[in-house]
């Protein structure tokens, strides 16, 4: 006999009473080993750089949801747990990238049915007149059905200063859906911080169906430095060491000007610095290239930056 | 009388888990899904009227049968069907086709016979129901615009 299941449930009868003693032990280790989140948690430690607070958060919600199905193995019924997020944070901080490694962490938790993430902005869910909304929110839920449905710049959604606005109507059938299907469907919310918050402040409703609020911390220079040498590894380049302090340097030229968007601005860097290594090696043409010419940035391709010269 | 037409229509009707398995292996073969329904069930009527267009981007059964309860709701006493459409090269036709949905009360279908030249004899069969206009067939459900 489980005491424990006679607290939670004392209207149980003497047969449901008696399965959960019939598996008194559960192998949470087991369970981990065989939902793959281990090597998903892992690759997340290795591929995302920094994003402390949020890997933290991720962790979190993946021990919650191994321990609803380790009780649900031995019969303990719960309503399933609410998984709607929001992230926010600057431009470029990771916000899309973590909602796409979310719904791989959930299909392997067994909460979400499908391995898939949706993703779409205002103009996908709100029509242009009178009628049009409603289905066309409708279809991207269909479509979103059993997996993550992701709605960035999600603050776009409610326009205050035009009261006819429709994107309160696709708020509300978003509403609807986010509370009847819970197990069908996790939305994840992603904004700029204040925007969200003023969204928030004015749909008191989708604040409060929403369980989880991740913020997305900007990099430090060491971690976008990080970043910068992931991605190039990534696209099949090299920094060459004295092209890395270069980096080092742009890094923090760029992080004091304006409209500074994090990794993204790195990634337009590093794109910004492939232009010049090929025209460079365009240039330089009547010379046999070494393979690894090909493959290396150089110094002076991220020295010649814009940035070094304001 | 029952109306037996398309896949496993001499089984109990499905129920909601048993159609939301047949959808999810549709779709799992990459098949469009569709929603019908009508109210003339003769079997040579070949044209049931569209519930949405047939939905090509799904991956997941619950959208479609989210579309399957609101045609049900909405046309409780007609017969509502799903197909399942394979665009694949080769086949590009309808792989699967089920009742889901049927009224509370079947007529049935009257024989008829009209005699030829020689005394040849024609057979056709005509659904009791259709005897009234549609929309006002089972039960005298109220006319919908569709």
Not at chain 1, 230 to 252: S, W
Request: hydrophobic share 40%; glycine share 8%; with cysteine.
């Amino acid at each position: 006999m489980s005491d424990a299941a006679d607290l939670l449930d004392p209207e149980a009868t003497p047969e449901t009473r008696d399965r959960p003693s019939d598996a008194p032990f559960v192998d949470l280790d087991a369970l981990y080993r065989e939902s793959g989140i281990g090597e998903m948690l892992e690759g997340m430690d290795h591929e995302l750089v920094g994003l402390l607070p949020v890997k933290t958060r991720i962790r979190e919600i993946a021990a919650l949801l191994l321990v609803e199905r380790a009780r649900r193995s031995i019969g303990l019924r719960a309503e399933p747990p609410s998984l709607h997020m929001c992230f926010t944070g600057n431009p470029g901080t990771g916000k899309t990238t973590v909602a796409r490694r979310m719904a791989g962490l959930l299909h392997g938790l067994g909460y979400i049915r499908r391995d898939h993430v949706v993703s779409v902005t205002r103009d996908d869910l709100v029509g242009q007149y009178i009628g049009h909304t409603a289905p066309k929110t409708k279809d991207v839920l269909k479509r979103a059905m059993g997996g993550v449905l992701f709605i960035d710049e999600a603050y776009y959604l409610y326009r205050p200063e035009n009261e006819r606005d429709y994107g309160q109507e696709a708020i509300e059938i978003l509403l609807q859906v986010m509370e009847d299907n819970r197990d069908d469907l996790v939305v994840i919310l992603a904004g700029y911080r204040d925007r969200m918050e003023v969204f928030f402040r004015s749909n008191p409703g989708m604040a409060s169906r929403i369980a989880h609020h991740v913020d997305f911390p900007d990099y430090e220079a060491a971690e976008l430095l990080e970043i910068a040498r992931l991605m190039t590894e990534g696209m099949q380049y090299r920094l060459a060491p004295e092209a890395e302090r270069a980096m080092a340097d742009y890094i923090l030229r760029r992080m004091a000007q304006p409209r500074f968007a994090n990794a993204r601005s790195i990634r337009n860097a590093l794109d910004r610095a492939r232009l010049r290594q090929a025209n460079r090696l365009f240039e330089a043409r009547g010379n046999a290239i070494a393979a690894n010419d090909l493959l290396t940035i150089a110094e002076e391709d991220i020295r010649r930056s814009r940035v070094f010269t304001q | 009388m029952r109306l037996t037409q398309g896949q496993f229509s001499f089984l109990p009707d499905l129920t909601d888990e048993e159609i939301t398995k047949q959808v999810q292996y549709a779709l799992d073969q990459g098949w469009a899904v569709a929603v019908e329904f009508t109210d003339d069930p003769h079997p040579r009527n070949s044209y049931w009227t569209m519930w949405g267009n047939p939905m090509f981007d799904l991956r997941d059964a619950k959208g479609v049968m989210m579309e399957i309860d609101a045609c049900r709701t909405a046309h409780p006493e007609q017969y509502v069907k799903v197909l399942a459409f394979d665009s694949s090269y080769g086949f590009e036709t309808v792989r699967m086709s089920y009742l889901i949905n049927r009224p509370a009360v079947e007529p049935g279908f009257e024989l008829l016979r009209s005699e030829g030249p020689g005394r040849r004899i024609g057979y056709t069969v005509r659904s009791y129901a259709t005897g009234r206009p549609s929309g006002e067939r089972y039960g005298g459900e109220a006319r919908h615009g569709a």
